[in-house]
């Protein structure tokens, strides 16, 4: 099957995901995972019709987004859903209009300075663990509804990352655990949309998004509140390895 036909059969399923939750499918958008992809796959998809693309490592942005956004007619939205190192913040705040990992407060700091110096304002998603997996980065927030002192902890870091310049914290965005049925990621994504109205609350702050489902998942996401999914092989297929 080609790109676009890829595509059409996701965005089925994401109307198909969306009736089901009693949601419009215009509050979902969709994100084509193009890592390890060439410029050409993702001009293919953007022909398609998708206007958003996640990358998730600074090196092989740097050629790729130049490249991809001198060939198309109409500008895409680039948005970094890998792990950033903090040397790396700079290239990233340069390449990208969302970010959507960040997992720091140390992070957060080094994106606000640079989008102060530069007089802009960049979106960013706070990276949250709520699956509790060692090897998942993310601000910590499992079990944050009983742990008090944890979700002490967490506030503490939210609030002090609200008060930063240059900012703008569009919501929140997780990563769920590898399963065998997606039914078994629901209650992270459950989590992570409970933890958002709890920092509304306590805030007083809206967060529009929650960045949450990937190909094997991401209609339950959608059921569960996703407002962007992260679609990569599904429209892609297979990743070369690298």
Same mark, same amino acid.
């Given at each position: 099957?080609?790109?676009?036909?890829?595509?059409?059969?996701?965005? *089925?399923?994401?109307?198909?995901?969306?009736?089901?939750? !009693? =949601?419009?499918?215009?509050?979902?958008?969709? $994100?084509? +995972? #193009?890592?390890?992809?060439?410029?050409?796959?993702?001009i293919e998809a953007a022909?398609?019709?998708?206007?958003?693309?996640?990358?998730?490592?600074?090196?092989?942005?740097?050629?790729?987004?130049?490249?991809?956004?001198?060939?198309?007619?109409?500008?895409?939205?680039?948005?970094?859903?890998?792990?950033?190192?903090?040397?790396?913040?700079?290239?990233?705040?340069?390449?990208?209009?969302?970010?959507?990992?960040?997992?720091?407060?140390?992070?957060? *700091?080094?994106?606000?300075?640079?989008?102060?110096?530069? !007089? =802009?304002?960049?979106?960013?998603?706070?990276? $949250?663990? +709520? #699956?509790?997996?060692?090897?998942?980065?993310?601000?910590?927030?499992?079990?944050?509804?009983?742990?008090?002192?944890?979700?002490?902890?967490?506030?503490?870091?939210v609030r002090a990352l609200?008060?930063?310049?240059?900012?703008?914290?569009?919501?929140?965005?997780?990563?769920?655990?590898?399963?065998?049925?997606?039914?078994?990621?629901?209650?992270?994504?459950?989590?992570?949309?409970?933890?958002?109205?709890?920092?509304?609350?306590?805030?007083?702050?809206?967060?529009?998004?929650?960045?949450?489902?990937?190909?094997?998942?991401?209609?339950?996401?959608?059921?569960?509140?996703?407002?962007?999914v992260r679609v990569g092989?599904?429209?892609?297929?297979?990743?070369?390895?690298?």
């Open positions: 099957m080609t790109i676009a036909e890829n595509i059409d059969l996701v965005r *089925q399923r994401i109307e198909n995901a969306c009736t089901k939750a !009693g =949601r419009s499918p215009d509050e979902v958008t969709l $994100i084509a +995972v #193009s890592k390890t992809n060439p410029p050409e796959a993702v022909t398609a019709g998708v206007q958003h693309f996640g990358e998730n490592r600074v090196e092989e942005a740097e050629s790729k987004i130049p490249a991809v956004n001198a060939q198309v007619s109409n500008p895409l939205t680039w948005h970094m859903i890998g792990h950033v190192q903090s040397r790396k913040a700079k290239d990233v705040e340069s390449l990208f209009q969302y970010v959507h990992s960040v997992d720091t407060l140390k992070l957060a *700091q080094k994106f606000s300075t640079l989008s102060v110096e530069k !007089g =802009r304002i960049l979106n960013v998603l706070l990276e $949250i663990n +709520v #699956s509790g997996e060692e090897a998942k980065h993310g601000f910590v927030a499992a079990n944050w509804r009983h742990d008090e002192a944890l979700k002490d902890e967490l506030w503490s870091q609200l008060g930063l310049p240059g900012l703008r914290v569009r919501g929140l965005m997780t990563m769920a655990p590898i399963v065998s049925d997606p039914d078994e990621a629901r209650p992270v994504f459950a989590s992570l949309a409970a933890l958002r109205h709890a920092f509304q609350d306590s805030f007083s702050i809206e967060l529009p998004d929650l960045s949450m489902g990937m190909t094997d998942d991401y209609p339950v996401a959608i059921e569960e509140g996703a407002t962007f092989r599904a429209i892609f297929g297979e990743r070369a390895n690298k």
